[in-house]
């Protein structure tokens, strides 16, 4: 009996290293996984952050264009003029994903669409990049009136280019600093319409 102890016992013996050499790849193992866990992590937020970014651009696009046509029948809600009501519209859709209020909506106004390509000259006393009225101009055709782009929805007939857009923050360090200044990316969306003539007579905005 004795000697078959010995002889059991001398038979496990070679399996304790085996033992321990699995424990030790056990070991290493999750050493290496505390080690790139963090990494994969970050990545696996930065696609995220990128999804989301790109799902915010559609919509911020969606919602420039759906305000484009809905201000280009010169419909405008109760209560509200045409422009409140485009705006309204852009700050409605785009809220789905991002805060309204920081939203920056922007329209122009021209005569038609040789004025966009040929605006004519003027003095930009603001220094804003559009004439504004009482901002003196060269009317180089004569008609009267200032063909270039106004600030505005339009009138009839008129061209109207629309831009919307919006500073994305990104908070994953790996997108942020692709990004640019402080991780904010400026989602922009724009959109040019030729107003339905609902109105021969009007040319504001």
């Not at 106004?150 to 692709?178: C, D, E």
């Amino acid at each position: 009996m004795i000697k078959r102890y010995f002889s059991t016992l001398i038979e496990r013996r070679p399996l304790a290293p085996l033992r321990l050499r699995r424990l030790g790849e056990a070991g290493v193992t999750a050493v290496e996984f505390a080690l790139i866990a963090p990494v994969l992590f970050m990545l696996f937020m930065g696609i995220v952050e990128y999804g989301l970014a790109e799902a915010a651009n559609m919509l911020l696009k969606h919602a420039t264009y759906t305000a484009a046509r809905e201000g280009r029948t010169g419909f405008s809600s109760e209560n509200s003029t045409r422009e409140e009501t485009v705006r309204a519209i852009v700050r409605k859709e785009a809220s789905l994903l991002m805060d309204a209020d920081k939203l920056s909506i922007d329209s122009r106004r021209y005569t038609d669409f040789a004025t966009m390509a040929s605006p004519e000259p003027f003095i930009d006393a603001n220094g804003n990049g559009i004439r504004d009225n009482g901002e003196n101009y060269t009317d180089l055709n004569g008609n009267g009136q200032y063909d270039g782009a106004v600030a505005g929805i339009g009138g009839a007939t008129q061209v109207v280019v629309y831009t919307v857009s919006y500073p994305w923050k990104f908070f994953t360090p790996l997108i942020g600093n692709l990004a640019g200044h402080d991780g904010v990316l400026t989602l922009t969306a724009k959109a040019v319409v030729q107003n339905e003539p609902y109105n021969t007579g009007s040319s504001g905005g």
